[in-house]
């Protein structure tokens, strides 16, 4: 028989839940509330409080046509950084699945690079990406053109994506190494005997048994670069050149915080959560289709 945890008064119940209860409500509900406030209100110009307008904020957002450009980055930036992360993660798992000489020091090296805050890691790889000063000087020097992330925008597009890629991929390295060494090695050692090499037994047992942990990255990646991108996008670029890596969270704080347009990036969230919403559901519906749980 199943036992539960009881307890003898509704008062020992309620403190326990009251803490997690207070954190969802001051870190969700409540700034999600006042975004919605502020979304559908404008502030008036010399205070006294805020004037109701409807759907006007959001009107004028989708008539800014920097804004759709930051979406198309955005997206751009997600499907990049979420299969560079999800392959490289996946490859260094499977590396050290294997057990060869030294994996378990691997292991652990593998696995720092996510324990770095996105701004430390964006100004070491701002540093190494420098046609100034960094690896890429004498590069530089021989063309020029070869590398200006400071100029041209697709260099410094794909400097973040580098960076952010090369963060996550120890993200996804744990959870895939977590989900292959799961697996039974009598299954391994079966399909061994049976005369199936190394490449054999990743793409016909290994990945098909990991596919519930390879759809939950996939999800997982894609969420976060729309979130989590900006501590680097500040550090590498401040969203330059001309806007070149302008991505949507990175425009939401600038005209919110610099341009003081607080409607305006309310409205910006409001789109960026339903974005991360409609997305989410795609995956579900569609993706989770080939997810064998069984």
């Not at 800014?64 to 990049?80: E, H, K, M, Q």
């Not at 950084?81 to 050290?96: D, E, N, Q, W």
């Not at 699945?97 to 378990?104: A, H, I």
Request: include cysteine; aromatic fraction near 18%; charged fraction near 15%.
């Amino acid at each position: 028989m199943e036992k539960r945890a009881t307890f003898s008064k509704m008062s020992v119940g309620v403190m326990f839940v009251l803490p997690q209860v207070l954190l969802v409500f001051t870190f969700f509900y409540w700034p999600t509330g006042a975004a919605m406030y502020w979304a559908f209100t404008l502030e008036r110009p010399w205070g006294g409080g805020n004037e109701w307008v409807g759907f006007d904020n959001f009107r004028q957002v989708f008539a800014d046509r920097a804004y759709w450009g930051s979406i198309f980055r955005s997206l751009v930036f997600a499907a990049c950084t979420a299969t560079l992360s999800i392959v490289f993660g996946l490859l260094l798992a499977v590396a050290c699945d294997r057990g060869l000489k030294g994996y378990q020091a691997f292991r652990t090296i593998f696995v720092w690079p996510y324990a770095v805050v996105a701004p430390a890691a964006a100004l070491a790889f701002r540093f190494i990406f420098a046609p100034e000063a960094g690896i890429f000087a004498a590069l530089v020097k021989q063309n020029p053109e070869f590398w200006n992330p400071a100029q041209n925008g697709y260099h410094a597009m794909t400097m973040i994506i580098i960076c952010y890629s090369w963060k996550y991929a120890a993200y996804c390295f744990i959870f895939f190494l977590a989900a292959l060494q799961a697996i039974p090695r009598s299954v391994i050692e079966a399909s061994a005997l049976d005369g199936a090499g190394m490449v054999r037994r990743v793409f016909d047992i290994q990945l098909p048994l990991i596919t519930p942990t390879f759809f939950f990255m996939l999800v997982i990646s894609i969420t976060d670069s729309f979130q989590d991108s900006f501590g680097i996008v500040d550090v590498m670029t401040d969203g330059g050149p001309a806007k070149a890596t302008e991505l949507l969270v990175y425009k939401i704080y600038f005209d919110g915080f610099r341009g003081l347009d607080y409607s305006g990036a309310a409205a910006q969230s409001i789109v960026l959560m339903l974005i991360m919403m409609v997305l989410t559901f795609f995956q579900f519906r569609y993706i989770e289709r080939r997810v064998h749980y069984s």
